[in-house]
Every structure is written in C-alpha cells, then in structure tokens.
C-alpha cells in the first residue's frame, strides 16, 4: 500500500498540468467568487442635459452617480445618443418637471440599481429604461452566450481536433510540406471558422424566436465583430493545440482558458461591481469585447464608430493571438523543418570554415 502511494504521488508530481490545476483552480475559483461574484453595482456613471442641467446634477448623491457630462445646451436626442454610444449609464434632462432620467437597459445590473435609487426621488424625476424596457435578463445574456458558444467552438474544440491529428502525424506532415505556418493554420481552422459561423446565426436567430431579443443594429458591424473575435479563439484553440500532447491535456488547458472568460468577462458578473485587480483581468479577455459588441449592435444599434475600442481590442488580439500560434506552431509542430535549416546551417559553417582553412594554407 505504501508503495502504491508513493508511486501515485511521484506520477502526479510528474504530471505538471494536472497539478497546476489541482493547486491553481481553487485559488483561482476563490479569487473570483471573492472578489468578483458580486451583482451589487457601487456606482454609475450620468450624464445630465438640459437648461436646469447644473442644478440637477448638484442634487444628485455623488456616492452613487458619477457625472460626467454636463450639457445645458444639449436635448434629449443627445442624451439618447450618449446612451446608445454607452458613453454613460443613465442620462437625465432637465428641460421639464420632473426632470427625465434615460436608463441604458442593456446593462442590466447597473439599470435595476439606477431605477431603484430614483425611485427614492419620488416626483422628482421620472425614469425611463431605453433598449430593455422590461429589463429581461434573457436580452442581455443571449448576446453573450453567442460569444461563449464561439468561444467553446474555437478553444475546446478547435484544440481537440489538432491535437488528434497530431497524435497521428498528420499535422507533422502537414507541418514539413513547403507551405507557410500561417497558411497551415488558416487551412486547418477555415472548417471550424465556417461551423462556428453556422452557429453564430443559428444561436442569434433562436434567441430572436424564443426570446423576442430584438437586433436592431447593423447586421454586418455584427458579423465583422464576430469574424475577428472568431480568429481570437481560434487562434487560442491552435496555440492550445501547440502545446498539449494529448485530448485530455487539450482540454484541461481549454478549460483554464474558458472558465475566466465565462466569470470574469462581465458575462454574468457586471465588471463594475468587481475588485480593481480582477476587473483588469476581465479587460484582458476577448468575450468581454465581443459581448459589448453584440448587445451594443443587438439592443442598443450602436454603429461601428461607438464601438471602436471593442474592434480595435478584438483586432489586436487577433494579431498577438494568431503570431503566438505561428511561431509555435513553427517551432514545435515542425521539427523536420528545424532539423533542415539546423542541417543547412552547420552545412553552411563547416563551408566557410573548410573554405577559410584554405585560404590560410
């Protein structure tokens, strides 16, 4: 007995990855349930338009709003506008009594805390919750389950199906042909890219059917953001893929990667209400940019230009992402390759150093 356990205990010391996970997802799962599992949103931030613009926000409780707009000279079409570009979370005008406040509903958390502190303004003001009247919580997660649904097709399974051709050299073969890492990659992942891209309607058009999620933006801003957060995960299924021997280390891997992205991406926990620390965690996950790409497109018909932070985050990724992958792939999954160039090399120095020898003779 006592030696089965020493030998069980040496063969999980030699399984790196599976002690990793053993020792690091229940700190991981403690930091975020401690720090981030929290639907309680401290503060918004608000704008105020209007001709009594000034002395409305003055009134306001700075604990709780943060304003950062104040617009005598602006209308309520303008405050409409600062809520579909998400610069703010509500925006109240002061042009009539009471004054109206404007709740952006796509954020759901925020918008049931702001309707229930004005609602202890009493006749005061009067509030209005734009894009989600009825402030559903299946319109906000539908947008955002469309990303994790990609984001499983690109991880999970995307890492599985290049390990399994690894594990019969397919990919090796691949890998030593005269074609561009890249271009291996774009080849291997254009099937996944197509299945992924099925899903995505499908998934949109049922949310719309079961759950009257309304899209009322522009379809193609939808489908640019999701191409490019399409790459992202793909390019991290490929970069998994570079990196694990097995399915099983595939997964365990792709796990790792998924479960912050579900907890951490402002999914299910609103971002605002989590620990600075964590939060920053949350801003570097690409389910965080294309969930604000789909609910602004989707809910509140955002256009391209007041989603530009999301793209051009989603963009960089795809770039850092996708070159990661490459060069692993090219350093590992090629080692013929190496082998040739490490061949001509040292063919090439032998040369020279034969053909100095000469020369001093």
């Known amino acids: 007995m006592r030696a089965m356990i020493v030998k069980e205990f040496r063969e999980l010391g030699r399984d790196r990855r599976t002690l990793a996970m053993l020792i690091g997802m229940p700190l991981l799962l403690l930091v975020i349930f401690g720090y981030a599992a929290n639907f309680r949103v401290p503060s918004v931030t608000a704008a105020v ?12 409780p700075s604990s709780f709003f943060d304003v950062t707009v104040i617009e005598p000279a ?16 509500v925006a109240v005008v002061a042009d009539r009594q009471p004054a109206l406040a404007l709740v952006d509903g796509s954020n759901l958390f925020a918008s049931q805390a702001i309707v229930s502190v004005l609602n202890t303004f009493g006749d005061k003001v009067t509030s209005q919750v734009l894009y989600n009247p009825d402030l559903k919580t299946s319109w906000v997660m539908v947008p955002a389950i469309i990303g994790l649904i990609l984001t499983f097709i690109g991880t999970i399974v995307t890492s599985i199906g290049l390990v399994r051709e690894r594990e019969t050299g397919t990919l090796e073969q691949l890998a030593v042909m005269p074609i561009r890492p890249a271009t291996v990659i774009l080849g291997k992942i254009s099937p996944y890219f197509l299945v992924a891209s099925i899903d995505m309607i499908v998934i949109t058009g049922l949310g ?14 939808f489908a640019i953001g999701a191409g490019l957060f399409l790459f992202v995960v793909l390019g991290l299924g490929v970069l998994i893929s570079t990196i694990s021997q097995t399915a099983g280390q595939a997964i365990q891997t792709a796990f790792m990667f998924l479960l912050p992205q579900i907890l951490l991406s402002g999914m299910i926990f609103p971002l605002d209400a989590m620990a600075a620390g964590v939060r920053w965690i949350g801003y570097l996950l690409p389910l965080t940019y294309f969930t604000m790409i789909s609910q602004g497109v989707m809910l509140r018909g955002a256009s391209l230009a007041s989603l530009w932070l999301p793209f051009v985050m989603l963009t960089v990724m795809a770039v850092v992402v996708f070159s990661g992958a490459t060069l692993r792939f090219r350093r590992d999954l090629a080692p013929g390759r190496r082998r040739h160039h490490e061949h001509v090399g040292a063919h090439a120095i032998a040369a020279h150093g034969d053909g100095e020898a000469g020369s001093a003779s």
């Open 49 to 60: 338009v209007g001709p009594g613009a000034a002395q409305l926000a003055a009134t306001l």
């Open 74 to 89: 602006d209308t309520q079409v303008d405050a409409e506008q600062l809520l579909q570009d998400n610069a703010v979370d």
């Open 208 to 221: 719309m059917l079961l759950f009257d999620v309304p899209f009322t933006g522009n379809a193609a801003v």
